[in-house]
């Protein structure tokens, strides 16, 4: 168990133990040779909508900069690319960056804390395999009035699912973080959630290619209560590339 605001305050007066300073890192995996199939028939030249008109979309009622892409805040270290996610609350956004976490007052986009992500997930990752974090993923539970936060390691032959579920709507409080081996190297984790699971899918990988989709599945209940009890599921080769689990 982790809490957000806490961890905040300790990096900003260097109570936490940096990562190693290292102020680059490459792409976690070479572009991968997806699965090949068939095009699909060619579509109508012309659809029933096409000489309607397009009304312009609505202005923003207001707006704000999001997180920059910057270092982790408890190190020069940074992960290239950034890729970028996050979540709106009732009255926080939650943004997650591969160096940073970030939340914000909805209302007037105001910084109200920053975490480095290896910092986050620090109590669940050895100090080795904080250098391959990367893909965050976030979703607000309105139902259940809390969030999910999803990230992963490419450790090759070992890669972690790390999944964090706050105790409360507030995601800068305390949070449930767990972690499951694959056993294999994987990437590219994709979230979804129903009233009883936590569905994480992701991509299996050989030597730079796509062999097949697994599932991490977790009792959703059980893991909002602290107890992560999670199921690994492999599909058949070659198929299941970045399916996605419906939210």
Request: proline letters at 10%; aromatic letters at 10%.
């Amino acid at each position: 168990v982790i809490n957000f605001e806490e961890l905040a305050r300790r990096e900003a007066q260097g109570l936490v133990a940096a990562s190693p300073d290292r102020t680059w890192m490459p792409r976690e995996l070479p572009p991968p040779a997806e699965p090949y199939f068939p095009p699909a028939p060619e579509a109508p030249a012309r659809r029933f909508f096409d000489d309607l008109p397009m009304p312009p979309s609505p202005a923003p009622s207001s707006s704000f900069m999001g997180l920059d892409d910057i270092a982790m805040v408890d190190s020069m270290y940074i992960v290239i690319p950034p890729d970028i996610g996050g979540a709106v609350g009732p009255t926080r956004i939650m943004e997650g960056f591969n160096n940073n976490y970030r939340i914000r007052d909805k209302a007037t986009g105001a910084t109200i804390s920053t975490v480095g992500t290896a910092t986050f997930w620090a109590p669940v990752v050895a100090a080795n395999e904080r250098l391959s974090l990367t893909d965050p993923r976030t979703i607000y539970d309105p139902y259940n009035n809390c969030w999910i936060g999803v990230m992963q390691t490419v450790t090759s032959g070992a890669g972690k699912i790390l999944v964090g579920v706050s105790q409360t709507s507030d995601p800068g409080g305390a949070w449930y973080l767990y972690s499951f081996n694959t056993a294999v190297t994987v990437d590219f984790p994709i979230l979804g959630f129903n009233k009883n699971w936590i569905s994480v899918s992701i991509n299996r990988y050989g030597v730079a290619s796509f062999q097949r989709g697994i599932n991490l599945v977790l009792d959703y209940p059980q893991a909002r209560a602290g107890v992560g009890t999670g199921t690994l599921f492999t599909h058949a080769a070659n198929t299941h590339f970045c399916s996605a689990p419906s939210v």
